[in-house]
């Protein structure tokens, strides 16, 4: 009963270690610099500069509807 806790002891000490350093290198890697902008960006979304939006093809509005280069009549 006493070796089971023996290693459950020691497997959580170096568990918590673990945990430590890795919290330990979040701190110092700047994790948490700026933890409240990523909250702020969904509150201040911009929906004009979403990149996934197709940019209007400037080319087929200069070109007028379809047809337009014709002169309208119809060729037999």
Do not use: R
Request: glycine fraction near 10%; include cysteine; charged fraction near 20%.
């Amino acid at each position: 009963m006493t070796e089971s806790l023996y290693l459950l002891l020691a497997i959580s000490v170096v568990f918590v270690i673990g945990v430590g350093a890795v919290f330990w290198w979040a701190i110092f890697s700047g994790q948490f610099d700026d933890a409240s902008q990523a909250g702020e960006s969904v509150l201040f979304d911009d929906d004009s500069t979403h990149e996934c939006e197709p940019e209007p093809d400037n080319k087929a509005s200069e070109a007028g509807p379809p047809g337009a280069g014709h002169s309208g009549k119809a060729q037999d």
